[in-house]
Structure formats: C-alpha cells, structure tokens
C-alpha cells in the first residue's frame, strides 16, 4: 500500500512535472548558467514543503533541498541534473533527470513520515564539463547519504553499471613566429608541436587496454599559413575503467607533449581543463532493488539489459563517498543515441514524459525499500564498505 501511495502521488502531480520538464527542455542552459532551471526546480521543492539551500559551495545554480521526517532514518539522496549541451540543447536528457529527481523525492516524501529518515535533492549543475557533484563530494556533502540515486533516460531499460574515469588534459605550446616563406628558418612552429602530440598520441593507443579511451581536438592551431604559429594548442580526454590506469595513461600522455615540446624546440604547458571523474562503483544490493522495482512496474525482466559503458559520470566521485546507482530508463521507442538531435527532439514527446514519470516511480519506490527494510539497508552498506571503503 506504501508503494501505492507513491505512485498515486506522483501521478496526481504528473501535469506539474511535465510541465517544469517541457520548460527546461524548451530553455536549455549550458553548464553553471542554468539559471531558469534551478530557479523552477528549486520553487517545486519549496512548494512542496523542502527547505532549499542555494547557492552551494559558491556554485550559483547549485542546490541543496532537504525534507526531514519526525522518525530518525536513513538519508536518501536524488540527484538533479539540468545542463545542456552546446548547440544541441538537451540531447542527452537532462531536463528529464531533474524532473525525475524531483518527482522522486516528493513522492517519497507521502510515505517518509511513516518509515523515517531524510530526503535531500542534489541540484547538480554542468555533469557535462565540471560537474558539481566533484565540488559536493570532495566538500563531503555525500557523507552520511545511505543512498544515492538518479536515472538515464535513454532507449532501453538498462542496469546500473559502469563508467570510465576521465582527466580533462590542455597542453599549450609556445614557439617563435616567423614569415612562413622569407623566413621560415627563425620560427619555431608551435603546430607542429600539436602535430607530433597527436601522431605519439596516435601510436600509444596500440599499446593501451581495450578499455582505454584517448581522443582530442586542436584548439588553436595558428593565424595564418604565411606565419609560423607561435603558440598552438589542443585539448584531449583521457579515459579508462578505473583511476589508477587513468592516471598512468596520464603520464605517458604527459611524455608525448614533453617529446613534441623537445623536438620542435618549443615550451609546454599543460593544465586540466575540466574537472577529473572517477569511474562508477555501482552498489548492486541498491542497483537490484531497483530493478526489482522495475519489474514490479511492468517491464519485463528480458527487457531490461546489464549496464554498459556509457562513457564519464560526475556521480563516479559520489559513489566513493556512499552508494550509489545510475540506471537507465527507456524513453524512446527508437534506437537514437544521446548528444543527438534525434533523441533531444524525442525526448520532449509524450512517451519521454511518460517514461520519465516511471523512472520517478521507480526510484521512489527503491528509496521506499532501503528506508523501510534494515536488512536491505545493511546489505547496501555493508557492500560500499566492502568494495569502496576497504579496498
């Protein structure tokens, strides 16, 4: 009957989440501007009877929104996301995470009373350059969340998995401009610095494991092809599936640019230029529990696939600080891959909204269990303790 209550709560308030959904989607701001959509976000929880916080950690469109029942209980946290993307808006969804956030927590909040506990909603600002929640979780803003939880929308249901521990790396090389053809001889060409970075680069991957991701762009390569480029840049993520080979692929990336800097005389700086995420340590005692409730709501447990590697997340660096899970909900009925605008275009129909609903049910619904059952409680700490803590 509990789990019930929350379905019917989030469904008599279904027009009011569609609603802020389709206003983020129709106004996408990129990353730390989200100032229309936190501010909606933020008036829902206060609405709603949350006492909101923000800004957070001095980040101007973060948030932090909390709901405390009378019983003592377990803290469970949702997440928000609500950046959008360059040029494609949101083609990766993220007006429907934030409205599933929302959604969750005041659903679950018709029951908490009744279990225990606190609900807190994480607004999480820019997941797609520096990510907030690096911010949050290394002020320890995680630390006493028994669990943290957002969905994906995408076009299938998929389980929690994994990601890829990411660095955001900028190497500038600074030479010598010269007249390309009276003088070339007194330059020292920046670009062919960039040039060589990418041809190392190129050569390392051979000897890198499978999972290892390297790919780039020149960002500056000169002015003009009568002068010899005196500084010349390029931007690179470097990816793997945990941090301590992430960081060695660093290294030797680091050894390309220094070699590059060497042979065409140039110097080198290099500099992270987004925020540095961990991989994914999905809690599969939190991740079964949700799909347990998945397939309680209806989907068929064929239809729900294991995880995948989706590339980087900002909740990696959550989910070393208290479990954590990052399903996927399906969204689509077709196969269009996100940072498309395909899926962005999709993804402000009925069906996405439809499907957002139910990824709020369900996350609700799991919060609702590790509220209300020690054991699955104690299963779900005792595994981050396990394989995060003690490792």
Not at 136 to 146: H, K
Not at 195 to 200: G, H, N
Request: hydrophobic share 45%; aromatic share 8%; net charge negative.
């Amino acid at each position: 009957m509990d789990k019930q209550t929350i379905v019917n709560r989030i469904d008599q308030l279904a027009s009011e989440f569609i609603d802020i959904a389709a206003f983020i989607g129709e106004n996408p701001e990129l990353g730390h501007e989200e100032w229309k959509a936190s501010a909606r976000l933020k008036e829902a929880l206060e609405r709603h009877g949350f006492q909101v916080q923000s800004p957070i950690l001095d980040l101007p469109t973060a948030f932090l929104a909390t709901y405390k029942a009378a019983k003592p209980g377990p803290t469970i946290a949702f997440l928000c996301e609500y950046d959008a993307l360059p040029e494609l808006g949101h083609a990766c969804g993220h007006h429907l995470i934030a409205v599933m956030g929302l959604a969750a927590a005041v659903g679950l909040q018709s029951v908490i009373e009744q279990t225990g506990g606190t609900i807190r909603v994480y607004g999480t600002p820019a997941e797609e350059t520096k990510g907030a929640k690096v911010t949050m979780a290394a002020a320890g803003l995680f630390d006493d969340v028994d669990a943290a939880l957002m969905a994906h929308p995408y076009y299938a249901y998929e389980k929690s998995g994994m990601s890829l521990a990411m660095d955001a790396l900028q190497f500038e090389f600074h030479g010598k401009a010269a007249h390309a053809a009276a003088s070339p001889y007194e330059g020292v060409n920046a670009l062919d610095a960039v040039l060589l970075l990418f041809q190392a680069v190129g050569l390392l991957r051979q000897q890198l494991r499978s999972h290892a991701r390297i790919h780039g762009i020149i960002t500056e390569g000169g002015k003009a092809p009568n002068i010899i480029p005196a500084y010349a840049a390029a931007q690179f993520y470097v990816r793997s599936a945990d941090r301590p080979y992430t960081d060695e692929i660093v290294r030797k990336v680091l050894s390309c640019a220094e070699g590059a800097a060497l042979q065409t005389g140039c110097t080198m700086k290099w500099s992270n230029y987004e925020y540095s995420y961990d991989e994914l340590i999905t809690n599969e005692a939190l991740s079964e529990a949700f799909t347990h409730n998945l397939i309680l709501m209806g989907i068929p447990e064929a239809d729900i696939q294991h995880g995948k590697d989706h590339g980087s997340l900002d909740l990696g660096n959550v989910s070393r600080q208290c479990p954590s899970i990052h399903p996927y909900v399906k969204v689509v009925d077709e196969q269009h891959l996100l940072h498309t605008k395909e899926f962005r275009d999709l993804a402000m129909q009925p069906r996405a909204f439809e499907g957002m609903l139910l990824g709020a049910k369900v996350l609700a619904r799991t919060a609702y269990d590790v509220a209300s059952s020690p054991a699955l409680l104690q299963a779900i700490k005792s595994e981050f303790e396990r394989r995060v803590l003690f490792k």
